[in-house]
Structures are given as structure tokens and as C-alpha cells.
């Protein structure tokens, strides 16, 4: 179930700014805007958004976890004692093999293999995510032609 702001974004056409790797969801507090972490991010995924409070807008080869970023940080801002993203990524409905056409971009573009490719008697094989592989790097959203793959917050057992 979507949140409100969540459900508001996507009626306005915008989604929320994703987070650096190991920062929760309040780092913008505890962040000084100064963009060190900016320029040293191999991927160029991390950009500055409003006061310069960097956010990573997801490109190439998504967030490859290096560290970079949480090395030229002077705040206590990454916590890399923790896994770097606590969202996974989820197929929704506009990908494409809903419409019959095999398209296995995410798949190829997985560095962890967390997307695979379900076989269907008589039709088009469908995407599947691991959640337990997959680490949340956005690697396969740049590549998905119908931008079908967003991020979430996992599920818990109890809801």
C-alpha cells in the first residue's frame, strides 16, 4: 500500500528523491549540503538536490556500493555498517512482457542475477526479483524501456 505522499507524488508525475547508500530516511537533516560525495561517486548516480543535499538519480550501472561517498563525507551522515539500500527493486505493470514483447534489459543489466526470467507455456517469459539478491542499486531502472521497475520498501511478514 502506497503512503500519501507516495500516492501524491505519482499524481503529479514526480517520485520522491532516492537517498544515498547506508543514509536513512532523515540524512538530509544531519547533512550540510557541502557535496564532497558528489564528485567522488564513480557512477555519477549521486546529484545535489535542494541546498545541495545530494540524492542519486539513477543512471549506468546504478549505485555500486564502493564506499567513495561515505569516505569524503565530513558529517555523520553514511553508516556503512549497514546494507546500503533497505529498499529492493519490484516489476510493475507497464513492463513490457504484459503487452507480449520478451524484453530482458533488467535482466542483463542485474549485477547481483537477482532478476530472472520465469518461463510461461505459450507465451512471454516474465521477470521475477529476488529480493534476497537483489541489494537495491538501481541498476536495472535506467535500462527498463517503459520505466516498469521502481524501487519499494520490502514487505514485512506481518502485513
Same mark, same amino acid.
Given at each position: 500500500?502506497?503512503?500519501?505522499?507516495?500516492?501524491?507524488?505519482?499524481?503529479?508525475?514526480?517520485?520522491?528523491?532516492?537517498?544515498?547508500?547506508?543514509?536513512?530516511?532523515?540524512?538530509?537533516?544531519?547533512?550540510?549540503?557541502?557535496?564532497?560525495?558528489?564528485?567522488?561517486?564513480?557512477?555519477?548516480? +549521486?546529484?545535489?538536490?535542494?541546498?545541495? #543535499?545530494?540524492?542519486?538519480?539513477?543512471?549506468?550501472?546504478?549505485?555500486?556500493?564502493?564506499?567513495?561517498?561515505?569516505?569524503?563525507?565530513?558529517?555523520?551522515?553514511?553508516?556503512?555498517?549497514?546494507?546500503?539500500?533497505?529498499?529492493?527493486?519490484?516489476?510493475?505493470?507497464?513492463? +513490457?512482457?504484459?503487452?507480449?514483447?520478451?524484453?530482458?534489459?533488467?535482466?542483463?543489466?542485474?549485477?547481483?542475477?537477482? #532478476?530472472?526470467?520465469?518461463?510461461?507455456?505459450?507465451? #512471454?517469459?516474465?521477470?521475477?526479483?529476488?529480493?534476497?539478491?537483489?541489494?537495491?542499486?538501481?541498476?536495472?531502472?535506467?535500462?527498463?524501456?517503459?520505466?516498469? #521497475?521502481?524501487?519499494?520498501?520490502?514487505?514485512?511478514?506481518?502485513?
Amino acid at each position: 500500500m502506497k503512503t500519501r505522499r507516495e500516492l501524491l507524488f505519482q499524481l503529479a508525475g514526480k517520485k520522491p528523491a532516492l537517498r544515498p547508500p547506508w543514509t536513512t530516511a532523515d540524512y538530509a537533516g544531519q547533512c550540510s549540503g557541502c557535496g564532497n560525495c558528489i564528485p567522488v561517486c564513480p557512477e555519477g548516480v +549521486l546529484v545535489a538536490g535542494r541546498g545541495g #543535499i545530494p540524492h542519486i538519480d539513477p543512471r549506468g550501472d546504478g549505485c555500486i556500493q564502493c564506499g567513495a561517498c561515505a569516505e569524503a563525507c565530513p558529517e555523520n551522515v553514511f553508516d556503512t555498517g549497514r546494507a546500503a539500500f533497505s529498499w529492493r527493486a519490484a516489476i510493475t505493470d507497464q513492463c +513490457l512482457t504484459d503487452m507480449g514483447v520478451s524484453c530482458r534489459s533488467c535482466e542483463e543489466s542485474c549485477p547481483e542475477l537477482a #532478476i530472472r526470467f520465469t518461463p510461461a507455456p505459450g507465451g #512471454i517469459a516474465r521477470p521475477t526479483i529476488n529480493e534476497q539478491d537483489c541489494t537495491g542499486c538501481m541498476a536495472c531502472l535506467p535500462v527498463c524501456p517503459q520505466q516498469a #521497475i521502481e524501487v519499494r520498501e520490502p514487505r514485512s511478514d506481518a502485513s
